[in-house]
């Protein structure tokens, strides 16, 4: 998938890859709508981020879903 262009495909892709690669047990709280593209670089740099690795500490979890939540279109 092409990520360099902003879109809301774009946008779905990456949210449901995060959620699928830290199987989130509350994934319904991290829906594609509740994102748009204002935010799409630093979205596609946590994308990249998560994918490259293989686990993650409970904090480093905590992080991650800090920053889904602060990248939510309010």
């Not at 319904?28 to 293989?54: C, G, I, Q, W």
């Amino acid at each position: 998938m092409n990520l360099t262009q902003p879109s809301t495909e774009n946008v779905t892709f990456m949210i449901e890859g995060i959620k699928d690669k830290l199987r989130m047990v509350n994934a319904d709280a991290m829906k594609p709508e509740h994102f748009n593209t204002d935010s799409y670089e630093d979205l596609v740099y946590l994308y990249e981020m998560v994918m490259k690795r293989e686990a993650f500490s409970p904090s480093e979890m905590q992080a991650i879903v800090a920053e889904l939540g602060s990248l939510r279109k309010d």
